[in-house]
C-alpha cells in the first residue's frame, strides 16, 4: 500500500526537569494498569506515592543531570530507522515517518496523534520499544493510542507490533555488545556469572497471565544461544521492584550479594531495556556496582543498553517492513501468536501458539 505511513515509536518516559519529577511519577502510579484501583482511590494513591517518592526520585536523577535521557535517545532512535524504512520507499511509493509517544511524561500520546494527523499520513504502525510484551508496559501504550486515535478522530488503517523478544536483530545486538563485556570481565577473572537483569513485575501480574517473565526468559535463552560460549554461567534476575507485594524474582540484588560470596565475577546486561536511563545509569551503574563491590565480586562490567545499535535498527526497520505485509493484528516477531496457552493477556490471545 503506497503513501505516507506513520511508525509510532513507544516508550516510558521520563521527567526533562527536576520540576518534572513528581508529575511524571504522578501519572506512573494514575494508570489503571499500575495501580487498578477505582479511579478516584487510584487518583489519591498516585497524589500520595508520587509525593513521598519525589523527594528519592530527585536524589537519583540529580546523580544524572537532573532529568531522563530517555527522550534524546529514542528521538536517535527513531531518526535512524526512519532512515532504514525510506531506504528504496519512495520506488514503491511510500513516505516514513517516525514518530514518539511517550506514556508518563512528553511528548504525551495526545501530542503525537495531533502530530500524524497533521502530517497527513495514510496509514499507521505502532512500535513499543519493549521488546516483552506486558500488559502494564505496551498494553497501556496501546491502549492510550487507541483511546487518544478515537477522541481525535484519526481513523486509519493501524498496524501493531506487540513483542520481539527474541527477534534475530535484537539477538545479535545483545550478543554484540555482551561479547565484548565478557571480554571485558575475562581480562579480570575467567570466574564470571551473567545476569540477565530485567525491571520486575509483581507477582500477581505474571500469575494473571502476563507473558513478560516468559518472553524475558525466552530472548535471554536465545542470547546465550548466539553468543556459543559453552559453559557460560548466566541467571536471569529482575530490579526496581516497589511496594509491599510480593514480586517475580529472583531480584538482581540477591543474586550479586551471592556473586559476591562466591568470589565471581559479574556481567549485568538489562535485557528488557533498550534505552539508557535511571535504571541502569543509576541503579544498574552505581547503587549495583557499589553492592558488588561490597559482596566482594571480583570484576563489575555492565552491558550497554542497545540504543541506536545498527542490528537492533535494522531488525525493528524490518519488524515494521514484517507487519505492514501480515494479516496477524497484532505482529510478533514471526507474525502470530508466540505466547504459551497459558498466558491470557497475551495481545494474540485470540491466536493459537
Not at 511508525?7 to 489503571?32: C, E, M, R, W, Y
Not at 511510500?94 to 497533521?118: D, L, S
Amino acid at each position: 500500500m503506497a503513501g505516507k505511513v506513520a511508525v509510532v515509536l513507544f516508550n516510558l518516559g521520563g521527567p526533562d526537569s527536576p520540576q518534572a519529577i513528581q508529575p511524571f511519577l504522578f501519572n506512573l502510579f494514575n494508570d489503571p494498569a499500575i495501580i487498578g484501583a477505582p479511579g478516584p482511590i487510584r487518583w489519591l494513591l498516585a497524589q500520595y506515592i508520587s509525593a513521598k517518592r519525589a523527594p528519592v526520585a530527585k536524589e537519583i536523577y540529580a546523580k544524572i543531570g537532573g532529568k531522563s535521557p530517555l527522550f534524546d535517545l529514542t528521538r536517535q532512535q527513531a531518526a535512524n530507522i526512519q532512515t532504514v524504512l525510506n531506504q528504496g520507499a519512495a520506488a514503491q511509493g511510500r513516505e516514513f515517518r517516525c514518530f514518539i509517544a511517550m506514556r508518563y511524561w512528553k511528548p504525551f500520546t495526545a501530542q503525537t496523534v495531533a502530530e500524524v494527523k497533521a502530517w497527513g499520513a495514510t496509514q499507521v504502525v505502532l512500535l513499543p520499544l519493549y521488546p516483552q510484551y506486558s500488559s502494564a508496559t505496551s498494553g497501556s501504550s496501546l491502549k492510550e493510542w487507541h483511546d487518544a486515535a478515537g477522541r481525535m478522530g484519526l481513523k486509519l488503517p493501524t498496524s501493531t507490533i506487540c513483542c520481539y523478544p527474541s527477534e534475530a536483530g535484537f539477538v545479535t545486538a545483545q550478543a554484540d555488545l555482551l561479547g565484548k563485556a565478557l571480554d571485558r570481565a575475562a581480562m579480570v577473572t575467567n570466574n564470571v556469572r551473567l545476569l540477565f537483569s530485567a525491571h520486575g513485575l509483581p507477582k500477581s501480574l505474571i500469575a494473571q497471565g502476563d507473558p513478560y517473565q516468559a518472553q524475558i526468559e525466552a530472548g535471554a535463552a536465545a542470547i546465550v544461544a548466539k553468543m556459543n560460549r559453552p559453559g557460560l554461567d548466566w541467571k536471569v534476575t529482575y530490579q526496581s521492584r516497589v511496594g509491599p507485594a510480593e514480586w517475580i524474582g529472583p531480584y538482581t540484588d540477591e543474586e550479586i550479594k551471592k556473586a559476591g560470596a562466591e568470589k565471581k565475577g559479574l556481567v549485568i546486561l538489562p535485557i528488557a531495556f533498550v534505552s539508557e536511563h535511571s535504571e541502569t545509569l543509576v541503579e544498574l551503574d552505581m547503587e549495583y556496582f557499589h553492592l558488588a563491590k561490597q559482596a566482594g565480586a571480583t570484576a563489575y562490567v555492565r552491558v550497554p543498553a542497545l540504543g541506536s545499535h545498527p542490528a537492533f535498527i535494522k531488525g525493528l526497520a524490518g519488524l515494521v517492513t514484517k507487519t505492514l505485509a501480515s494479516k496477524s493484528q497484532p505482529c510478533s516477531q514471526s507474525g502470530g501468536r508466540i505466547c504459551a496457552a497459558g498466558h491470557s493477556k497475551c495481545p494474540n490471545r485470540g491466536a493459537n501458539p
